[in-house]
């Protein structure tokens, strides 16, 4: 996995509090796979209870926006953790606390079939008090499922 410059502790803290501590990322079986200023990637594996249509195997929207909403946040903190350098953990996890969506934009491009899903997001714009982020959903033979644009609050 990809992890911040000189920051493997941030990085092994975050993949916990996303992995273990937030039950919905659990729910969805969501996981970090790579996570660096440059981008976060995310992923997770089809399951029965994740389907929106039973007969046609295609994954609930519900779950393809938020999958696409936790990924986006997480790549937000990660835009405004570069400007966070020089403090410490706690005080890095703390901000992280605070990112919260402002306005979410979801497309969805074609049916959500697939084994695998993965997640990948990018800031476009970190602000001070504002990050914006595209983010990608891809099914394991690569088919873009769907694109979102994030908005979140990072003050």
Same mark, same amino acid.
């Given at each position: 996995m990809d992890r911040p410059r000189? &920051?493997?502790d941030l990085f092994l803290c975050l993949n916990e509090l996303f992995d273990e501590k937030i039950p919905f990322n659990k729910v969805l079986g969501l996981k970090v796979? $790579? *996570?660096s200023r440059d981008g976060v990637t995310t992923s997770f594996e089809m399951k029965d209870y994740l389907l929106g249509h039973? $007969?046609?195997g295609m994954l609930h929207g519900g779950v393809i926006s938020s999958v696409? &909403?936790?990924t986006g946040g997480l790549s937000a903190f990660m835009g405004i953790e570069e400007r966070m350098m020089d403090e410490n953990i706690e005080a890095k996890l703390a901000r992280f606390g605070k990112v919260n969506t *402002? &306005? *979410?934009r979801v497309d969805y491009l074609r049916p959500g079939r697939g084994k695998r899903f993965v997640a990948k997001a990018h800031a476009l714009r970190t602000g %001070? %008090?504002?990050a914006v982020t595209r983010i990608e959903l891809r099914n394991e033979m690569d088919d873009l499922i769907a694109v979102g644009t994030g908005s979140y609050i990072v003050a």
């Open positions: 000189n &920051d493997d796979e $790579s *996570l039973v $007969s046609r696409i &909403d936790v *402002l &306005d *979410l %001070k %008090k504002v």
